[in-house]
């Protein structure tokens, strides 16, 4: 079966409090443009990501979360001296990397919240079994290759998407548009 896939590049969700105290209680998270998966959306505001040799200026994705999330790539993790930063799906956050956040001087160190984003398939509401908890998909082109342990994760979207952070997209050479997804269900 084929999917579009989607590089997703570093970003961060934040709750309310933490918005509130990075931007104040006048501010507002204001939507810039949709994503793929509906009721996402990237939007106006930006944060940095301060570790200990270097910081990255990240775009927040909307809406607000239940608990603040960052996600990176293990090279910007590299860029910016953090380390052992746990590869998770996005909102597997307890026990992860602390960060620290920043935005106008001001600053919040928080105890968790940073991941490095394990690749995902997402799928339509009740198609999870259809493609199982974990898949392979193959890339053609220049640089093509297999990925193994795909994890599918059923979300509101139109079709199947791949999500592959910025590393992993740049590794089949940065212009991917389609894969085929194989398992024994399909």
């Known amino acids: 079966m084929e999917v579009k896939v989607e590089i997703s590049a570093r970003h961060c969700h934040l709750c309310r409090g933490d918005f509130v105290r990075l931007f104040g209680e006048e501010e507002s998270?204001?939507?810039?443009?949709?994503l793929s998966v509906?009721?996402?959306f990237l939007s106006d505001k930006k944060v940095?990501?301060?570790?200990?040799?270097?910081?990255?200026?990240?775009?927040?994705?909307?809406?607000f979360r239940e608990r603040t999330q960052v996600e990176l790539s293990k090279s910007d993790c590299f860029f910016i001296g953090v380390k052992d930063v746990p590869l998770r799906l996005s909102g597997e956050i307890d026990g992860s990397a602390p960060v620290i956040l920043g935005f106008g001087g001001k600053k919040?160190?928080?105890?968790?919240?940073?991941?490095?984003?394990?690749?995902?398939?997402?799928?339509?509401?009740?198609?999870?079994?259809?493609f199982g908890g974990v898949v392979s998909v193959t890339i053609d082109g220049e640089r093509g290759g297999?990925?193994?342990?795909?994890?599918v994760r059923e979300s509101n979207v139109d079709?199947?998407?791949?999500?592959?952070?910025t590393d992993e997209g740049n590794a089949f050479g940065g212009s991917i548009f389609v894969c085929q997804v194989e398992n024994n269900n399909l």
């Open 29 to 34: 998270l204001n939507f810039v443009r949709g």
């Open 38 to 40: 509906k009721g996402d």
């Open 48 to 63: 940095d990501v301060i570790g200990a040799k270097g910081t990255l200026k990240i775009s927040v994705v909307g809406p």
């Open 108 to 130: 919040i160190e928080l105890d968790e919240g940073l991941i490095v984003a394990k690749r995902h398939l997402h799928v339509r509401w009740g198609e999870l079994s259809k």
């Open 146 to 151: 297999r990925l193994d342990k795909v994890a």
């Open 159 to 165: 079709e199947a998407v791949l999500h592959l952070d």
